[in-house]
């Protein structure tokens, strides 16, 4: 049996805290270094996703980090970033609301919103989402077309009664097989207008807010249900 005496077992203990201590140093700046390179590539997936729905806007600012939060259930929480387009004189030109249904088939769908000053669809993307792939998932722009459908529509194109899937009446497309994913969707659509509609006065007239941009978290693999 080894036989330590105190000296040794003080050294060894030592020697031991050292390695634990430059080890988590280590993973640190590592993890440091891998949260910054994520917060970039998180923010021009931003940039990106944004100019993509603004695109037909004629604005002088950055929207990405004009951005507010806003809290309502319509748009499906509290605290969503919503982002602002504004020409040179500064006038709100569009807005891209951050929206989610929670009504999906597998869980929340987070969507971007883009609605012009009028109060017209610039257009809408998914942010992320957990539906069935090769289901549900084809209401990512990438998978399918059926997400463009929302664009130049608007509060009274269609009728408030027909803002829903054909299934219910509407003059949405389901999915076969996967009705519930599009639902949610058209409704969450609907609801931010609405949100839109009851405040636009007031969201027109904010003034510029030079930020950090809010994050969106980026499309990540999907899970099966």
């Given amino acids: 049996m080894l036989n330590l005496k105190p000296r040794d077992i003080l050294i060894a203990t030592v020697l031991l805290a050292g390695f634990a201590a430059a080890g988590a140093g280590l993973v640190a700046l590592v993890q440091e270094g891998t949260e910054a390179r994520i917060a970039d590539n998180r923010m021009e997936v931003n940039r990106n996703r944004i100019a993509e729905l603004t695109g037909d806007l004629d604005y ?38 951050s929206a989610v249904a929670r009504d999906g088939y597998s869980g929340n769908i987070h969507l971007l919103i883009g609605v012009d000053r009028d109060g017209e669809l610039l257009g809408v993307r998914v942010s992320s989402h957990r539906e069935t792939p090769g289901l549900g998932d084809a209401i990512e722009a990438e998978r399918s077309d059926w997400i463009h459908g929302f664009e130049g529509r608007s509060l009274g194109d269609p009728e408030p009664g027909e803002w829903a899937v054909r299934r219910d009446g509407g003059v949405f497309d389901q999915f076969t097989g996967a009705t519930i994913t599009p639902r949610a969707v058209v409704r969450a659509v609907r609801r931010t207008l609405e949100y839109f509609d009851d405040y636009r006065d007031d969201l027109l007239s904010t003034a510029p807010k030079e930020e950090e941009g809010a994050v969106v978290e980026p499309l990540t693999e999907q899970d099966d249900r």
């Fill in 60 to 97: 002088a600012n950055d929207p990405v980090h004009d951005t507010m939060a806003l809290s309502d259930e319509r748009l499906g929480g509290d605290n969503l970033p919503a982002w602002f387009a504004r020409d040179a004189d500064d006038n709100v030109m569009g807005i891209v609301f």
